[in-house]
């Protein structure tokens, strides 16, 4: 039996993850266990008010998820921003992630906020933009290797509501030391224009990254080619 958990990003729940563990399951059938974990805010906890959550308190949230599923010898799966709530996860519990896989995630320099590391501050805060320039917006950044149908229904789900604390824009407390005790792949996409190619490269030291598997995919790999992604986590798990 091996145990996988998912950490998504932002503007999203762990639902995103629905067709990849459906793939997964597919090809493993009862021989894995998936736990999709939800941010405050997000996802089944769209419920929380994230406005007065501490970046600690994020961390301590999906912990308590993590210790009431029971798993163990876990691989650990984290996608974009869900890359920096990923080595806190490892920290506050050696010895439970056996491997600890990256999609496209981010890694911020130590003192460096998400914001300040994606160089968001190139467009003014308060310029106003029209809903469909936003969702011009998405399809470029997230949807530039779906196809029409996979599409629509990815953007369907999003807009719901779905919000990171502010917290965890601002946090600049980025600790990765640890990191080189657990074997880790980096699954580098190499056609997204969310995390460019260059963000990602810059984020490998960060990471300790022992492995990097490139693919021909855009930032939502889980959506847009779930069953190429399903064979590649089951390959790394072992």
Excluded at 180 to 191: H, R
Aim: charged share 25%; hydrophobic share 40%; net charge negative.
């Amino acid at each position: 039996m091996t145990d996988f958990i998912f950490q998504h990003g932002a503007m999203m729940g762990g639902y995103v993850w629905d067709e990849l563990i459906a793939a997964m399951e597919q090809k493993a059938g009862e021989s894995i266990r998936c736990l999709a974990l939800d941010v405050p805010g997000c996802g089944a906890k769209r419920g929380v008010d994230p406005r007065a959550l501490s970046f600690d308190d994020i961390v301590a949230s999906q912990l308590a998820d993590i210790d009431a599923s029971g798993m163990s010898d876990v691989v650990l799966v984290g996608h974009s921003q869900g890359g920096t709530i990923v080595p806190r996860l490892v920290e506050a519990r050696p010895g439970l992630f056996r491997k600890v896989i990256y999609i496209a995630c981010l890694g911020p320099d130590p003192g460096q906020s998400v914001m300040e590391a994606a160089e968001a501050g190139d467009v003014p805060e308060d310029e106003p933009v029209a809903a469909a320039t936003i969702m011009d917006r998405m399809i470029t950044m997230l949807c530039n290797d779906m196809d029409v149908p996979t599409t629509r229904e990815f953007l369907a789900r999003l807009g719901r509501g779905d919000a990171w604390p502010p917290s965890s824009y601002a946090e600049r407390d980025w600790r990765y030391d640890h990191l080189s005790d657990v074997p880790s792949t980096y699954i580098f996409c190499e056609q997204d224009n969310c995390v460019p190619p260059e963000k990602q490269e810059a984020y490998l030291a960060n990471l300790h990254i022992d492995r990097v598997i490139r693919i021909d995919s855009g930032h939502q790999p889980m959506n847009s080619r779930p069953g190429e992604l399903a064979g590649l986590l089951l390959a790394e798990a072992g």
